[in-house]
């Protein structure tokens, strides 16, 4: 039974100033223990969605209940993004269903069976040996200077080329998605300055791109995913629109996420010496999931009850926000031995840094796996001694667990 969980009055898991500076993992702790789907209540209106709360949802099997209910608990009835702002329209909320993120089933199902077609394990499979050259390159670039901002010169480079490889877009325009997609997910950091216009403008910018890229390939097909996921006119297609929000989805979910799961991991290695030096030595298979589970790059994401329902003794009623507190999740000592160390031969290692399971378990968690497996070869390779020289600088995000900067040294 719920207990009064030991937390300060007020206090909001999803505050983006918490995560400037840190995971609140003690306060999820407290919650795992005490109450385990807690109402987290928030001045009106604060996240954008003109409530007054949610739930918070921290113990993994109750992350991965919500998660496989989508009848029960809608990613399209408020988005899956758990906050906003307070100038946050409604009609923009609700412009964003567009995205395969913020649909359900029957309509999710029937998008996810175009788009995955891109996701095979074949069609990552087809990616490995160009993406280990890249990430060679990257790294050997790198190591030319005496050290730098390991995020913008190593982490966020291999998932940009990656998407570029995937969608056939020319690498030179990669640094507009790097642009576009840090824009998009910045609107909580005062440094990045990000308006509503602003926010507004590069997301515009980016489903442009995607649509005219789509154009393209509708007068001139190529043998790439985009031709394959506008133009399979037996098994459906995506409309212009649906594209746009596609390639939308994947900047933030497929560039963001691993450029950030590469970051911590390289963090927790230079904070690790001792697993450095295994990693070096044995290159362990197990390492991906085990940084994925460390970093948990999306620290929430949100569903909304679409009737009333039970959860752990708390009584959840329809309309009422729902988050999962994946960061809490992925470090429940029911599930995992000793969460709190960073261990690469975790095995075996059930996190859900990918997601809960159901219909939204993450496209591209294999390619994401690969990706991180090849620049942490490749920097293991090239730069043994790679060493820190300061501490992260935190993305001011309530859902994304973000760094900006993380300096170092290569030689």
Same mark, same amino acid.
């Given at each position: 039974?719920?207990?009064?969980?030991?937390?300060?009055?007020?206090?909001?898991?999803?505050?983006?100033?918490?995560?400037?500076?840190?995971?609140?993992?003690?306060?999820?702790? =407290?919650?795992?223990?005490? @109450?385990?789907?807690?109402?987290?209540?928030?001045?009106?209106?604060?996240?954008?969605?003109?409530?007054?709360?949610?739930?918070?949802?921290?113990?993994?099997?109750?992350?991965?209940?919500?998660?496989?209910?989508?009848?029960?608990?809608?990613?399209?009835?408020?988005?899956?993004?758990? /906050?906003?702002?307070?100038?946050?329209?409604?009609? %923009?909320?609700?412009?964003?269903?567009?995205?395969?993120?913020?649909?359900?089933?029957?309509?999710?199902?029937?998008?996810?069976?175009?788009?995955? %077609?891109?996701?095979?394990?074949?069609?990552?499979?087809?990616?490995?040996?160009?993406?280990?050259?890249?990430?060679?390159?990257?790294?050997?670039?790198? @190591?030319? %200077?005496?050290?730098?901002?390991?995020?913008?010169?190593?982490?966020?480079?291999?998932?940009?080329? @990656?998407?570029?490889?995937?969608?056939?877009?020319?690498?030179?325009?990669?640094?507009?998605?790097?642009?576009?997609?840090?824009?998009?997910?910045?609107?909580?950091?005062?440094?990045?300055?990000?308006?509503?216009?602003?926010?507004?403008?590069?997301?515009?910018?980016?489903?442009?791109?995607?649509?005219?890229?789509?154009?393209?390939?509708?007068?001139?097909?190529?043998?790439?995913?985009?031709?394959?996921?506008?133009?399979?006119?037996?098994?459906?297609?995506?409309?212009?629109?649906?594209?746009?929000?596609?390639?939308?989805? *994947?900047?933030?979910?497929?560039?963001?996420?691993?450029?950030?799961?590469?970051?911590?991991?390289?963090?927790?290695?230079?904070?690790?010496?001792?697993?450095?030096? %295994?990693?070096?030595?044995? /290159?362990?298979?197990?390492?991906?999931?085990?940084?994925?589970?460390?970093?948990?790059?999306?620290?929430?994401?949100?569903?909304?009850?679409?009737?009333?329902?039970?959860?752990?003794?708390?009584?959840?009623?329809?309309?009422?926000?729902?988050?999962?507190?994946?960061?809490?999740?992925?470090?429940?000592? =029911?599930?995992?031995?000793?969460?709190?160390?960073?261990?690469?031969? /975790?095995?075996?290692?059930?996190? *859900?840094?990918?997601?809960?399971?159901?219909?939204?378990?993450?496209?591209?968690?294999?390619?994401?796996?690969?990706?991180?497996?090849?620049?942490?070869?490749?920097?293991?390779?090239?730069?043994?001694?790679?060493?820190?020289?300061?501490?992260?600088?935190?993305?001011?995000?309530?859902?994304?667990?973000?760094?900006?900067?993380?300096?170092?040294?290569?030689?």
């Amino acid at each position: 039974m719920s207990t009064c969980p030991a937390l300060p009055d007020g206090f909001d898991l999803t505050d983006p100033d918490i995560y400037q500076h840190r995971v609140p993992l003690p306060e999820l702790a =407290e919650l795992r223990q005490t @109450a385990q789907v807690w109402w987290v209540q928030q001045p009106h209106g604060v996240a954008g969605f003109g409530d007054d709360g949610y739930w918070a949802v921290t113990r993994h099997a109750d992350v991965k209940a919500v998660s496989v209910a989508p009848e029960v608990f809608s990613s399209r009835a408020n988005t899956a993004i758990i /906050r906003f702002n307070e100038h946050m329209k409604r009609d %923009r909320i609700e412009a964003q269903r567009l995205s395969i993120l913020n649909q359900d089933p029957p309509e999710h199902t029937g998008l996810r069976q175009i788009v995955q %077609r891109g996701f095979t394990p074949r069609a990552i499979r087809a990616l490995e040996d160009a993406l280990r050259e890249r990430a060679a390159r990257i790294v050997a670039g790198a @190591a030319t %200077r005496e050290g730098g901002n390991f995020v913008t010169e190593i982490a966020a480079e291999l998932p940009l080329q @990656a998407i570029a490889d995937l969608l056939g877009v020319p690498q030179e325009d990669r640094a507009k998605i790097f642009d576009w997609s840090n824009t998009m997910v910045g609107y909580d950091d005062p440094e990045l300055a990000v308006t509503e216009e602003i926010g507004t403008n590069a997301a515009i910018e980016l489903i442009s791109y995607a649509m005219n890229m789509a154009a393209e390939r509708r007068a001139c097909p190529a043998q790439d995913i985009v031709t394959k996921l506008i133009a399979a006119e037996d098994e459906g297609n995506l409309s212009d629109d649906e594209f746009g929000f596609f390639v939308l989805t *994947l900047a933030v979910a497929g560039n963001e996420t691993t450029r950030n799961a590469i970051t911590h991991g390289m963090h927790a290695f230079l904070t690790h010496p001792e697993q450095w030096e %295994r990693f070096r030595a044995e /290159r362990p298979a197990t390492t991906a999931d085990e940084i994925v589970r460390w970093a948990t790059p999306i620290t929430s994401f949100q569903r909304t009850a679409t009737r009333d329902t039970e959860l752990c003794g708390a009584q959840i009623k329809a309309g009422d926000r729902v988050g999962l507190f994946y960061a809490s999740a992925n470090n429940d000592p =029911e599930v995992f031995d000793r969460p709190e160390v960073f261990d690469i031969t /975790r095995d075996p290692n059930p996190h *859900l840094g990918f997601g809960g399971g159901g219909p939204h378990f993450c496209l591209g968690a294999s390619l994401a796996r690969m990706e991180i497996g090849l620049i942490f070869d490749a920097i293991a390779d090239t730069l043994p001694g790679i060493r820190l020289v300061g501490e992260p600088r935190r993305l001011r995000s309530a859902w994304i667990n973000g760094v900006k900067e993380l300096q170092v040294r290569y030689a």
